[in-house]
T-cell receptor, first 116, second 114 residues
Framework: DTGVSQDPRHKITKRGQNVTFRCDPI?????LYWYRQTLGQGPEFLTY????????KSRLLSDRFSAERPKGSFSTLEIQRTEQGDSAMYLC??????????????FGEGSWLTVV | AQSVTQLGSHVSVSEGALVLLRCNYS??????LFWYVQYPNQGLQLLLK??????LVKGINGFEAEFKKSETSFHLTKPSAHMSDAAEYFC????????????FGTGTRLTVIP
C-alpha cells in the first residue's frame, strides 16, 4: 500500500502525559500536513511542511504541540502535557507541490487520541 | 475571507433515490474545490476535485459535482443512492494563489434508508 500511513491508530493517555504520532507520506510527495478533527466537525489545519521545512502553523498549534519532519520524509507530531481538550483524531496528509499539481491532498487513516 | 458552507448537517435518502449534498464557497480568488468522504473511524478519501478545467466533475463511486461560479456552489450529486454511500461528506476549498492547505466545511452525514 503506497498511501499515507499513520501510527498509532489509537492512543489512550492520561492527562499530563506526552504522546507522539508518526506519519509516513506518499513517497514522492514533498508536502506534508497535519490536521485535527473533533467529533462532528471538519478537519482543521494545524501545520504544513515542504520537504523538511515547516512553513506554516495554525494558531491552533499551541506551544504544547511540536511537529518535525527531519529528513523530509516521515513526520512526527508530539503533544506535551496532554489535556482533555486534545482528544481528537489527528490526520496526516501529503501532496505533490508545484505547478499543475492541482493541490490534491491525500489523507491517512488518522490517529485517534483519547485523554482521560 | 475564504470559507466553505455545507447546508444540512444530516441528509437522509431512500436507496435508489437522488443524492444531493450542498456546498457553497466564499473566495476572493479562484478556488480549487474538493469533496471528500469519511467512513466511520477512518480518514478522508477523495471523491472528486475541481481545478478550473471542466465545470462538471466526475468522481469515484458514481458521484459528480458541478462548479457554478455565479452561484458560488459546488454541490455533490449521485443519481441513485446505495447503502454503501452512507458516510460523512466534506466539501473543502483551497486557493490557487499561495494557500497550501484545505479549508473544510462542517460535513454532511448521509443516511441511506433501505
Amino acid at each position: 500500500d503506497t498511501g499515507v500511513s499513520q501510527d498509532p491508530r489509537h492512543k489512550i493517555t492520561k492527562r499530563g502525559q506526552n504522546v507522539t504520532f508518526r506519519c509516513d507520506p506518499i513517497s514522492e510527495h514533498n508536502r506534508l500536513y497535519w490536521y485535527r478533527q473533533t467529533l462532528g466537525q471538519g478537519p482543521e489545519f494545524l501545520t504544513y511542511f515542504q520537504n523538511e521545512a515547516q512553513l506554516e502553523k495554525s494558531r491552533l498549534l499551541s506551544d504544547r504541540f511540536s511537529a518535525e519532519r527531519p529528513k523530509g520524509s516521515f513526520s512526527t507530531l508530539e503533544i506535551q502535557r496532554t489535556e482533555q481538550g486534545d482528544s481528537a483524531m489527528y490526520l496526516c496528509a501529503s501532496s505533490l507541490g508545484g505547478r499543475g499539481s492541482g493541490n490534491t491532498i491525500y489523507f491517512g487513516e488518522g490517529s485517534w487520541l483519547t485523554v482521560v | 475571507a475564504q470559507s466553505v458552507t455545507q447546508l444540512g448537517s444530516h441528509v437522509s435518502v431512500s436507496e435508489g433515490a437522488l443524492v444531493l449534498l450542498r456546498c457553497n464557497y466564499s473566495s476572493s480568488v479562484p478556488p480549487y474545490l474538493f469533496w471528500y468522504v469519511q467512513y466511520p473511524n477512518q480518514g478522508l478519501q477523495l471523491l472528486l476535485k475541481y481545478t478550473s478545467a471542466a465545470t462538471l466533475v466526475k468522481g469515484i463511486n458514481g458521484f459528480e459535482a458541478e462548479f457554478k461560479k455565479s452561484e458560488t456552489s459546488f454541490h455533490l450529486t449521485k443519481p441513485s443512492a446505495h447503502m454503501s454511500d452512507a458516510a460523512e461528506y466534506f466539501c473543502a476549498v483551497s486557493f490557487k494563489t499561495g494557500a497550501n492547505n484545505l479549508f473544510f466545511g462542517t460535513g454532511t452525514r448521509l443516511t441511506v434508508i433501505p
